[in-house]
Each structure stands twice: as C-alpha cells, then as structure tokens.
C-alpha cells in the first residue's frame, strides 16, 4: 500500500504514525476546541461507560493529499441516540472482539465494506467518553488503498462522506451556529464544513485532536 503513495504521502504518513505512537498526545487540549460544553477538563467517565472503537480512514488522492472518510449513520433504530448523525465508521465491543482495535476493524469492515486486511493500522487517538449515550470511544486512525471501494451496510450507514483533509481542516471551515440540543440553545456551537452535511458533537471533538496533530506534521 506504501507504494502508492508519492514522497510527500508516504511522509506525511511517517510522521503521523511516529506521532500517534509517541505517547504523548494532546488529548482534551485538543478535543475541547470542538466542544459545545468547553469544559476546562475532559468529563469523568464512569465505570459504567460502554467501550466502543472507531476508525479514522485515510485515502491518498492523485493530488497528494488525502481523503479522511465519515459516514451519515441510519436512522433506521429508533433507540439509536445516534442515528442520523455523521460519525466515523465504527461501533460497540463484542465479546468475539479480542480487543479494541480488533473492534473497530470489524465494525469499519461491516458497516463500510472494507476488508480488515486493506487497512494499514496508523496508531490511534485519545479515548473520549459520550455521555449523550454512555459509550467512551476509542478512535483509531488507518490507511486504506487508493483504490478501494466502499460497500455501506443500508442498515447502519445511509451513505459515506469523503473529504479533503487539507480542506476539512483549513481556517475557513471551523465555523460556529446557533444549536439546540435538548433543553439548552448553545449560541456557538463548534463545527466542521463537511460538504452539505455538518461534523459537530462527538466526532467532531475526536476529529479535533487529529486536526490538531496534523497541523503540527505538515
């Protein structure tokens, strides 16, 4: 898969796995940019919380960038506290799962239709808990072939979303709106572009902290 990618690619893909493996992540400092609560410090998780892992995707492009994928979930459960929404590929532990990353690697393949072997394993981000529905997430970051070709679960994903990495995270796209969310109007709510869909919440914060790094390696 490597050899796909163009000498900036392949550097720019060094560095972030050198940077995800360094053990020092940014974590809240990050995350909290994007969060309608602004909290000083990340929310406790309880001992309760329900462990789920997703997958950050990179796909290079001919333009020497890459493509970081999203999926607009189903709506298709009503008790499903995140239907509807954009979020990355990804979904709760099984006990078939032997661990984390092995979670996210079946659900990425289930819900998007990419085989667990085409994804080159970069590192992963800082866990970030989501009171909304009780489950702490567990992001991790791939890279899939230039090639490949999506297959969305109609059960779990209406459709998948790509975008450019440079223009998902350049100035202009961090924008603030006005959001009801439950009983509480929060008046700048944090959010990214992303085409004719909005990245707020949840994955927008786990979003964040990959902004945050990738500025810092480009």
């Known amino acids: 898969m490597l050899e796909q990618l163009s000498a900036r690619q392949l550097t720019l893909i060094k560095l972030l796995e050198e940077r995800l493996s360094s053990g020092n992540l940014p974590g809240w400092s990050a995350q ?24 950050c995707l990179l796909r290079p492009l001919e333009n020497e960038s890459f493509n970081l994928v999203y999926i607009k979930r189903s709506s298709k459960y009503p008790g499903d506290k ?6 990355f590929p990804g979904g709760k532990k099984e006990k078939e799962d032997i661990d984390r990353l092995a979670c996210g690697l079946r659900e990425t393949e289930e819900e998007v239709g990419i085989d667990q072997s085409q994804i080159k394993v970069l590192g992963s981000l800082s866990p970030f808990y989501i009171f909304v529905s009780g489950f702490i997430a567990f992001p991790f970051v791939g890279l899939i ?7 969305p679960d109609p059960d779990e994903v209406d459709y998948v979303i790509e975008i450019d990495i440079e223009t998902l995270f350049s100035d202009e796209n961090r ?3 006005e959001y009801q969310f439950r009983e509480t109007l929060i008046k700048e ?3 990214y572009g992303l085409h004719d869909d909005i990245l707020w919440g949840a994955t ?4 964040s902290e990959l902004d945050q790094i990738w500025q810092e390696i480009r």
């Open 189 to 191: 709510s944090p959010y």
């Open 204 to 207: 927008a914060i786990m979003t």
């Open 175 to 177: 924008k603030t709106r």
């Open 32 to 55: 909290k940019k994007m969060s309608p609560i602004r909290h000083s410090i990340h929310p406790k998780t309880p001992d309760s919380a329900i462990e789920a892992s997703v997958f």
């Open 145 to 151: 072939p230039k090639s490949s070709q999506f297959v």
């Open 82 to 87: 995140h239907k509807g929404q954009i979020s």
